[in-house]
């Protein structure tokens, strides 16, 4: 099937297992369906609160870094089809970019957490196979130390903090993201497909590209996205649902996404009415945050606002009643039909 067969909208829920299945050639495919349709539109605005900065980038812009990342893992690092990568960035737009890449080569990602123990991030690298990492820049020595002797160890890319992600890797650890990527090609022909694996999620094999899609269609149907709706997601992007709800989902609808890479619960209103934010899926912990800021539901802008959501679980009851008390949008229930097809 070609890009162009990919179905108009995102995958509707049916049938006793609660999704249908997808006829699709990839989410490699998916992306240059997505770049074509909607070109210079934006898809990813990314804040980092930390050094005032706002990145926005557009579905072109997007796919072209994908095709620079994943000639980099291609060219550069070796890294064939079906092989594995760990990702140890945190919640950055660079990161989002790594993925997508990644899937786009027919690569399965290993996302970990950007606090995760170096040893144990080490160990769960050599457990998953993964012939590279691309790590923070802040995390780098520990984790080269911990993963051993260059020569034995995957490749390593470090991620630097700044808008193009350089850092100041010396060249005998890790090549620097934001000094070779940009100088990769443009063009990319996608790998892999639907069979492909995504997302390594345990020793005994992870979730395919087609299961990522479909519980991603699953969540965009249920939060109606569409591709005029933005989404802010608060969900880590090392967790499964994170990936699926906040990366996957509203780029599959053609919408755009908001991310940060913390979550400030005292900006969370001024950012959904300054963003046009539709939809927002936030962890329990940031609902309880909301909630205990300072400001006033009187003078709130919830502008084209219409749901608010907790995941992976729902909000508990205490938390729900609590937040429609307070605020006039309440925390939307979570149907148990869309995180059966959760990975």
Same mark, same amino acid.
């Given at each position: ?221 249920? &939060? ?56 927002? &899926? ?62």
């Amino acid at each position: 099937m070609q890009a162009d067969q990919l179905p108009e909208e995102p995958p509707t829920p049916t049938g006793a297992a609660g999704h249908r299945t997808l006829q699709v050639a990839g989410i490699g495919a998916l992306i240059q369906r997505q770049m074509g349709r909607y070109g210079d539109k934006p898809f990813l605005t990314h804040y980092d609160d930390g050094r005032g900065e706002r990145v926005e980038l557009s579905y072109r812009t997007f796919e072209n870094w994908t095709a620079k990342i994943a000639n980099l893992l291609v060219e550069e690092l070796d890294i064939a089809e079906g092989a594995r990568v760990a990702v140890v960035v945190g919640n950055t737009w660079r990161g989002v970019a790594i993925s997508f890449a990644c899937w786009r080569a027919g690569i399965a990602l290993l996302p970990l957490d950007l606090a995760t123990p170096a040893g144990t991030a080490a160990e769960l690298v050599r457990d998953g196979g993964c012939g590279a990492v691309f790590v923070a820049e802040e995390r780098l020595a520990e984790m080269a130390a911990a993963l051993g002797p260059a020569q034995g160890r995957p490749s390593l890319v470090a991620v630097g903090g700044g808008l193009l992600g350089r850092s100041s890797a010396e060249p005998t650890t890790a090549l620097d993201f934001g000094t070779v990527v940009p100088s990769m090609g443009d063009m990319f022909d996608a790998a892999g497909g639907p069979a492909s694996e995504a997302l390594v999620t345990g020793p005994g094999g992870g979730t395919t590209q087609v299961d990522l899609l479909v519980a991603a269609g699953s969540i965009a149907a249920w &939060l109606r996205l569409r591709d005029t709706d933005r989404l802010l997601s608060g969900l880590p992007a090392h967790q499964l649902t994170g990936v699926a709800a906040g990366l996957v989902a509203p780029f599959a609808a053609g919408g755009g996404v908001v991310l940060s890479r913390g979550f400030d619960p005292g900006t969370f209103w001024k950012r959904v009415a300054d963003e046009k934010v539709a939809a927002a &899926l936030l962890l329990r912990e940031q609902a309880e945050a909301v909630l205990g800021a300072a400001a006033e539901a009187g003078g709130l802008d919830l502008g084209r606002l219409r749901t608010v959501a907790c995941a992976p679980e729902p909000a508990p009851e205490a938390l729900a009643a609590a937040w429609a008390e307070r605020f006039p949008l309440p925390l939307s229930p979570t149907p148990a039909s869309v995180w059966e097809a959760r990975l």
